[in-house]
């Protein structure tokens, strides 16, 4: 019997799996229980708890009312730069990712090198600055 495939995933994907990490120990280090955080924010604990998982992406009111409610910017909530904690998880996971890349083909790998092509190059065009509009 064959090993299941993983699903490939999509810079959204990641984009979303980081952020609910990131939200999650955020939450936790302020010993904040997840169904205090969505009754405050006015989300349900089912939709929060899917944020978390890296299952859903947050819209920018559902991002709002978090960073209001753990008094934060938002800039600072989705500001994955000078998170410790999120970079030892990214390396971590990049690690695992790459032990897993060796079992596979070669083809499957270039495909898995293309996403993370995908992905740094929409974090490098998210980390510059906006142009002005003349």
């Known amino acids: 019997m064959t090993?299941?495939?993983?699903?490939?995933?999509?810079?959204?994907?990641l984009s979303a799996r980081l952020f609910g990490e990131r939200l999650k120990a955020l939450r936790?280090?302020?010993?904040?229980?997840?169904?205090?955080?969505?009754?405050?924010?006015?989300i349900s604990?089912?939709?929060?708890?899917?944020?978390?998982r890296g299952l859903l992406s947050?819209?920018?009111?559902?991002l709002r009312l978090i960073a209001e409610r753990l008094e934060?910017?938002?800039?600072e909530l989705i500001?994955?730069?000078?998170?410790?904690?999120a970079r030892a998880t990214i390396n971590q996971q990049l690690a695992a990712h790459i032990l897993y890349l060796k079992t596979?083909?070669?083809d499957e790998?270039?495909?898995?090198i293309k996403v993370c092509k995908l992905f740094l190059d929409q974090a490098r065009a998210l980390n510059q600055k906006p142009r002005k509009i003349r």
């Open 3 to 13: 090993e299941p495939e993983k699903p490939v995933v999509s810079p959204a994907n």
């Open 28 to 42: 936790k280090e302020i010993e904040l229980k997840q169904s205090v955080l969505a009754r405050s924010t006015g």
């Open 45 to 52: 604990e089912d939709t929060l708890s899917r944020i978390e």
């Open 58 to 62: 947050p819209n920018l009111d559902i």
């Open 72 to 75: 934060m910017p938002l800039g």
């Open 79 to 85: 500001d994955f730069q000078d998170a410790p904690k």
């Open 104 to 106: 596979k083909t070669q």
């Open 109 to 112: 790998a270039r495909a898995a």
